[in-house]
């Protein structure tokens, strides 16, 4: 994992049906213009990722010895994603008061 390697971004099954969740939650208490704003902003840190994935902190309740799970904070949701050799996973989004638990299942996320 070489710092400034350029990796594929994949998004996982599981993601998909998270941020569908949470802009059906924004739509519903914000509106449609702010579910899209929001929306857009975490697709556009996602798709950043390509290059930047060391940006990021490790995500604390996922800690291994070369750091690979990470997180980014947009609001009150945590987007985890994984590093391996070739790629970025992007695993899940989650609100930021899901049980540790729940945060912890995301590393058995992943396959599309």
Known sequence: MADGARKEVKVSAQFDL???????FGEEVFGPVAAKSLVADIYSRIWSLDQMYFLHVECRHLPTKDKRYRNIIIGSYLIIYRITSDAVEVLRILH??????KIRTSRKVFKK
């Open 96 to 101: 930021s008061r899901s049980s540790i638990r």
């Open 18 to 24: 998270d941020i569908i969740e949470i802009y059906s």
